[in-house]
């Protein structure tokens, strides 16, 4: 989520040449370009934030409050350790950035000549992507109580592809962002026994299961996460036939609201060279004991097939404190891929440029640590002993990562299965 705190000016703060005076610093000429690249994608009608700001008149009044928040690095919302990897969509500030906000609001937040001012850009209406190809939708609203304990419900969806898609563009929406924690599309595949007996088109808490899992991942909403925007000749696999699962957490706030959540795809315009997957390194055995603090949870797998790496996003629930990943390459060598402090209500994804290329070997490690103790102002309860578990109050440690690898590379191959140890020989 690109909010109006998280502005990065191309413009730093100046001097008028020979007076000692600050230069002016106007929202024509200084601060809406950067609304325009930074921030409009949600700060508009029917979008994630709270208020538009497309106009001088709608972000005048909000001067002093942007001062102040990136002023104290409450905002943007980026909690990536800057020493350990570079990541393509790091919005935070630098100091040159943060003191011109902080001088347009000194100055009285001026507005500037108008003429010239280059226009919005047109936006397609209801999403953050270019219009969709494919919109997989809820068929019905559902229903979301004031309080209580929501399960998990899951919808089948089904694409109704009879031919191979690929995948370059996808965007999860919530229909109430309020209620929404969060929303996994999950892959079902033509075959697959997973889910079997369930409903299709109807929302439901699973309890057949059927065998299996799901066949991929196709798009995800938590807050601050954004859509998913592949590089020119990459892409996902979509094949003819398949089901789209929805996984869908809803929380309780105190209000009722209707949801009927979506997702929309863009199939690739050109010739798709690498398929992309999502793959974890995940951790469910785990007990958080009462009052502790740093507790520390592992896990880890190896690659099976050469990877480019495109993303990495930490997964936890309240009592998350660090995430720390790395890799260990077949050399033995180790390099931090990335540290984080996290933050529940921030779910960020963090891209990496192109060219990181994992060999075949290298183990992927991930290091979370938990806060359980009454210091964790988002703890629900620093008495009680944690465990695994769907809902907020329990905890999770799931390290997602996504990769690019050769199209005729099989996704089976992308983890390396443990190797049997040899036999004793016989007397």
Same mark, same amino acid.
């Given at each position: 989520?690109?909010?109006?705190?998280?502005?990065c000016?191309?413009?730093?703060l100046?001097?008028?040449?020979?007076?000692?005076?600050?230069? @002016?610093?106007t929202?024509h000429?200084?601060?809406?370009?950067?609304?325009?690249a930074?921030?409009?994608?949600?700060h508009?009608?029917?979008e994630?934030?709270?208020?538009?700001?497309?106009?001088y008149q709608?972000?005048?009044?909000?001067?002093?409050?942007?001062?102040?928040?990136?002023?104290?690095k409450?905002?943007? @919302?980026?909690? !990536?350790?800057?020493?350990?990897?570079?990541?393509?969509?790091?919005?935070?500030?630098?100091?040159?950035?943060?003191?011109?906000?902080?001088?347009?609001?000194?100055?009285?937040?001026?507005?500037?000549?108008?003429?010239? !001012?280059?226009?919005?850009?047109?936006?397609t209406?209801?999403?953050?992507?270019?219009?969709?190809?494919?919109?997989?939708?809820?068929?019905?609203?559902f229903?979301?109580?004031?309080?209580?304990?929501?399960?998990?419900?899951?919808?089948?969806?089904?694409t109704g592809?009879? $031919?191979?898609?690929?995948v370059?563009?996808?965007?999860?929406r919530?229909?109430?962002?309020?209620?929404?924690?969060?929303?996994?599309?999950?892959?079902? $595949?033509?075959?697959?026994?997973?889910?079997a007996?369930?409903?299709?088109?109807?929302?439901?808490?699973?309890?057949? #299961?059927?065998?299996?899992?799901?066949?991929?991942?196709l798009?995800?909403?938590?807050?601050?996460?954004?859509?998913?925007?592949?590089?020119?000749?990459?892409?996902?696999?979509l094949?003819? #036939?398949?089901?789209?699962?929805?996984?869908?957490?809803?929380?309780?706030?105190?209000?009722?609201?209707?949801d009927?959540?979506?997702?929309?795809?863009?199939?690739?315009?050109?010739?798709?060279?690498?398929?992309?997957?999502?793959?974890?390194?995940?951790?469910?055995?785990?007990?958080i004991?009462?009052?502790?603090?740093?507790? @520390?949870?592992?896990?880890?797998?190896?690659l099976?097939?050469?990877?480019?790496?495109?993303?990495l996003?930490?997964?936890m629930h309240?009592?998350?404190?660090?995430?720390?990943?790395?890799?260990?390459?077949p050399?033995? $060598?180790?390099?931090?891929?990335?540290?984080?402090k996290?933050?529940?209500?921030?779910?960020?994804?963090?891209?990496?440029? !192109? #060219?990181?290329?994992?060999?075949?070997?290298?183990?992927?490690?991930?290091?979370?640590?938990?806060?359980?103790?009454?210091?964790?102002k988002?703890? @629900?309860?620093?008495?009680a002993?944690?465990?695994?578990g769907d809902?907020?109050? $329990?905890?999770?440690m799931?390290?997602?990562?996504?990769?690019?690898?050769?199209?005729?590379?099989?996704?089976?191959?992308?983890?390396?299965?443990?190797?049997?140890?040899?036999?004793?020989?016989?007397?």
């Amino acid at each position: 989520m690109r909010l109006f705190f998280g502005l990065c000016f191309a413009t730093a703060l100046g001097f008028a040449a020979n007076t000692g005076k600050s230069a @002016p610093v106007t929202f024509h000429k200084d601060v809406l370009p950067v609304l325009q690249a930074k921030c409009q994608g949600c700060h508009r009608p029917g979008e994630a934030a709270p208020f538009a700001l497309q106009t001088y008149q709608q972000a005048r009044p909000l001067a002093k409050a942007m001062r102040e928040a990136v002023l104290t690095k409450r905002m943007p @919302p980026w909690f !990536a350790d800057p020493h350990i990897g570079k990541f393509t969509n790091d919005w935070s500030l630098s100091e040159a950035e943060v003191k011109t906000i902080a001088a347009w609001a000194d100055q009285g937040a001026p507005e500037g000549k108008a003429a010239g !001012a280059k226009p919005n850009p047109v936006f397609t209406n209801g999403w953050q992507i270019p219009q969709p190809d494919l919109v997989i939708e809820m068929p019905e609203p559902f229903d979301v109580a004031a309080s209580g304990t929501i399960d998990y419900t899951y919808y089948i969806l089904p694409t109704g592809l009879t $031919e191979d898609k690929w995948v370059s563009i996808a965007e999860a929406r919530p229909g109430a962002r309020a209620q929404v924690h969060h929303i996994i599309a999950f892959l079902r $595949e033509p075959g697959s026994q997973w889910l079997a007996g369930e409903p299709v088109g109807k929302g439901f808490v699973p309890k057949k #299961g059927g065998r299996g899992g799901p066949d991929g991942f196709l798009a995800g909403y938590a807050p601050g996460m954004l859509p998913m925007k592949l590089r020119p000749g990459q892409a996902m696999l979509l094949k003819a #036939g398949t089901d789209v699962v929805f996984q869908m957490h809803y929380t309780a706030n105190g209000k009722t609201a209707k949801d009927q959540s979506k997702i929309g795809v863009v199939f690739s315009k050109e010739p798709v060279k690498q398929r992309v997957h999502m793959m974890q390194v995940q951790n469910g055995r785990f007990v958080i004991p009462a009052g502790a603090d740093d507790f @520390p949870v592992k896990a880890a797998l190896t690659l099976g097939a050469d990877v480019e790496l495109l993303d990495l996003q930490p997964h936890m629930h309240a009592r998350g404190k660090t995430a720390l990943m790395k890799a260990v390459y077949p050399t033995g $060598e180790e390099e931090k891929l990335l540290a984080i402090k996290w933050d529940f209500n921030w779910q960020l994804n963090y891209d990496l440029p !192109a #060219g990181k290329i994992l060999p075949k070997g290298t183990r992927i490690e991930g290091l979370n640590t938990y806060d359980n103790t009454p210091n964790n102002k988002f703890n @629900p309860d620093p008495k009680a002993e944690v465990r695994w578990g769907d809902q907020s109050w $329990e905890e999770m440690m799931i390290n997602f990562f996504r990769v690019a690898v050769d199209v005729n590379v099989p996704a089976r191959s992308l983890v390396a299965r443990p190797t049997a140890a040899p036999k004793p020989a016989a007397d």
